[in-house]
């Protein structure tokens, strides 16, 4: 149990598009869900919290304009890129927490993002 | 004080060795202590994970070895094999903030056969 799926797993588009990344927990509701960016050969950065039902918690430095989250289910949380840029090109991942109050976390396998 | 720091950032082992990673972290409200294996292209999996009130727990080969008044811990790695060759992620995260989670910065790991 406890998987996270993302989609699409990679993407490619041009400069000035707007990009939404869904990230689903299938056999769990999700009360949580966290938005990561990781760079080549680097550390998981958190963007977002994000809390069904609630406006998403973006971390210092994170323009939530430019990443919009969306969480709109239990199992459903998207984030999208708007007005992509080629530094926005980056391995995304979210994670999901099974039980309120719980500390582990559920990865899913990430959306790799060119932007061109 | 938020930052978890981990080291080494590259680890060679022989097949059969001990692999060991090491992870410091500074604040005291930290109170649960994950470890993540990523390969790449993919996203993080848990391995194990511990809480502070234990030092040490174990599963199959895996170990961690938590060090409260040092505010270390750290991963082992036994009878290591070339299926572990990956990137080892430490973490830390605390009661409070929505349990986020504060990542060390990696450890590359390679297991020669």
């Known amino acids: 149990g406890a998987v996270v799926s993302q989609h699409p797993s990679r993407v490619i588009c041009k400069s000035g598009t707007s990009v939404k990344i869904e990230c689903r927990s299938l056999?769990?509701?999700?009360?949580?869900m966290f938005w990561y960016r990781q760079f080549p050969k680097q550390s998981l950065m958190l963007m977002a919290t994000?809390?069904?039902?609630?406006?998403?918690?973006?971390e210092q430095g994170v323009e939530k304009d430019k990443f919009l989250i969306n969480h709109a289910s239990l199992t459903l949380s998207t984030l999208t890129v708007t007005s992509a840029h080629p530094e926005d090109s980056s391995f995304y991942i979210c994670?999901?927490?099974?039980?309120?109050?719980?500390?582990?976390?559920?990865f899913g396998p990430g959306t790799r993002l060119t932007v061109t | 004080q938020q930052q978890v720091k981990q080291s080494p950032q590259s680890l060679i082992v022989q097949k059969g060795g001990i692999s060991i990673i090491n992870c410091a972290y500074e604040?005291?409200?930290?109170?649960?202590f994950p470890w993540y294996q990523q390969f790449p292209g993919k996203g993080p999996a848990l391995l194990i994970a511990?809480?502070?009130?234990?030092s040490e727990k174990k599963e199959g080969r895996f170990t961690i070895s938590f060090n409260k008044s040092a505010k270390q811990f750290s991963l082992h790695i036994m009878d290591s094999q070339p299926g572990d060759s990956a990137t080892y992620f430490c973490?830390?995260?605390?009661?409070?903030?929505?349990?986020?989670?504060?990542f060390g910065q990696g450890t590359r790991l390679t297991i020669n056969p």
């Open positions: 994670s999901a927490v099974r039980t309120a109050g719980s500390y582990e976390q559920y």
């Open positions: 056999d769990f509701q999700a009360t949580t």
């Open positions: 994000s809390n069904e039902g609630s406006k998403a918690t973006y």
């Open positions: 604040n005291t409200a930290f109170d649960y």
């Open positions: 511990i809480r502070p009130d234990v």
């Open positions: 973490a830390a995260s605390k009661d409070q903030g929505a349990q986020k989670l504060v």
